[in-house]
């Protein structure tokens, strides 16, 4: 760092290597840990915790909640095996813990008001970090149940990265409450309507669960339906799932929803790549992210002008192959590009690059020289969409204003009458640089491989911001 500038610059090179560590996320996860636990030696705790073969920032740590009958118990159960971590059910804890702590919860659970939501947290507490928890991860399923109990979790520092709530329907919850089983050797629940067990001797020992009559299903539904909206307020890292269908369509969707990234609230100088054909609508998308979020918009092709205009060497380097209609050298866009790069506000800020690379060979080119973004956006219209979008422009051959037919009122008939459609706006010129364009695409595309998020860009742009931004906040990957 910079220690003759206040405040102090984070290189790119050390913002480029953290990212691809996950250091922020590893350390997120140890000052967590250290203010939970608090161990008396906090240095060797944490060279304990980095000793383990393990990776510590990216541990299951599950909670799965859903209304009586909604299938949390088989789904947290087939979660904990398929993530192979601890599946935690919180009614098993008073008889499984030892010591004081396991004979208070005992005897608290037979006097009238029963165990406080403060003893569940300490129950559950010292379970999560045990051995087997801190080195596999847990779910547990079944608890919160109340705003009381949730608070006093995450009080005592039991904090999930994942809540999911599931959503079931009435109809859908009574038509299973009759098939509700129990395995009195293991404690297992079981639902018959989610199908049998695969092992004839579970199933020969399966019996009704005495806590699940009708009159009793209804009384703990309608206590459900009282607070779990309160509760999942306290979670922001809720994810709400359809409970209705089959445990196994359920499991699927919550594994996908578990290997989606998480956020990291740590610092980061954005270093976003927009790429998509024309009127897919990159430049407007850059100059609103660059003004929300105090980043510097790089365009290579207005670089590209500014050094002509400067007259700088490069600038007269790159002349003769404009004069001709040529592509200008990769090497050239790159030297220009390097420059605005190092720049410090590029530096310190962040910066959203449109209009190179344009090719998989320049992309390889500017992730060798140290350019290594963090966020790559492929913007995907069709051939439609940018017909409809640029066909429509015209411009006044007086003043050089442009306008949209299809977004913008003519000022007035005598302007109307003077403009003009330029021949790239001509809808078969627009399908020829489309298809052109496109073909370019999949070349980085196929460079930056699962790096890339493809963005939807066909809606209006306001909408399709809004989906950028949600790639910009969360790690990469996938669609939006």
Not at 46 to 57: F, G, H, N
Not at 386 to 400: K, P, Y
Request: charged share 30%.
């Amino acid at each position: 760092m910079d220690q003759t500038r206040r405040p102090f610059e984070m290189p790119q090179a050390f913002s480029t290597y953290a990212d691809k560590h996950q250091l922020y996320k590893l350390f997120q996860t140890l000052v967590e840990e250290l203010i939970v636990l608090k161990p008396e030696d906090p240095l060797q705790h944490m060279i304990q915790r980095l000793e383990v073969p393990v990776d510590i920032a990216n541990l299951p740590k599950i909670i799965v909640n859903g209304p009586p009958c909604g299938g949390r118990y088989s789904l947290s159960r087939m979660l904990s095996e398929e993530l192979r971590c601890v599946h935690i059910v919180p009614s098993a804890l008073p008889d499984a813990t030892g010591g004081q702590l396991g004979g208070e919860a005992r005897k608290m659970r037979k006097q009238e008001q029963g165990i406080t939501p403060q003893m569940w947290a300490k129950l559950i507490f010292a379970r999560v970090t045990e051995a087997d928890c801190m080195e596999k991860g847990w779910v547990m399923n079944g608890y919160p149940n109340t705003y009381e109990e949730a608070v006093a979790l995450q009080l005592k520092g039991v904090l999930p990265h994942h809540y999911v709530s599931l959503q079931c329907t009435p109809a859908v919850l009574r038509q299973r409450q009759p098939g509700k089983r129990i395995d009195p050797r293991t404690g297992d629940v079981y639902n018959t309507v989610f199908g049998i067990p695969p092992n004839p001797d579970v199933e020969r020992r399966l019996v009704k669960d005495p806590e699940c009559t009708a009159e009793k299903f209804e009384r703990r539904l309608e206590s459900y339906k009282i607070h779990q909206p309160i509760v999942e307020e306290l979670y922001k890292n809720l994810h709400r799932v359809d409970g209705d269908q089959s445990v196994q369509l359920l499991h699927k969707q919550v594994l996908e929803t578990m290997k989606k990234p998480q956020r990291v609230n740590a610092p980061r100088t954005p270093r976003i790549i927009l790429l998509g054909p024309l009127a897919s609508g990159k430049s407007c998308l850059a100059e609103e992210l660059a003004r929300k979020y105090k980043i510097v918009n790089i365009c290579s092709d207005e670089l590209v002008k500014q050094e002509i205009a400067a007259a700088t060497a490069t600038g007269r380097a790159m002349q003769p192959f404009l004069n001709r209609s040529a592509a200008v050298p990769d090497e050239l866009i790159l030297k220009v590009l390097r420059v605005r790069l190092n720049q410090p506000d590029s530096q310190a800020r962040g910066w959203v690059m449109h209009g190179f690379p344009k090719t998989g060979n320049q992309a390889d080119m500017l992730e060798k020289n140290g350019y290594v973004p963090d966020r790559i956006m492929s913007l995907k219209i069709t051939e439609k969409t940018a017909v409809e979008r640029l066909s429509q422009r015209r411009v006044d051959t007086v003043t050089g204003i442009r306008y949209d037919l299809s977004t913008t009122q003519i000022p007035s008939e005598e302007i109307a009458k003077r403009l003009k459609r330029q021949p790239q706006d001509d809808p078969d010129v627009i399908r020829k640089t489309y298809r052109k364009q496109s073909a370019l695409l999949e070349d980085v595309l196929d460079y930056y491989a699962d790096r890339a998020t493809h963005v939807k860009a066909d809606d209006r742009l306001p909408d399709v911001f809004h989906k950028l931004e949600a790639v910009l906040l969360f790690p990469p990957g996938g669609k939006a």
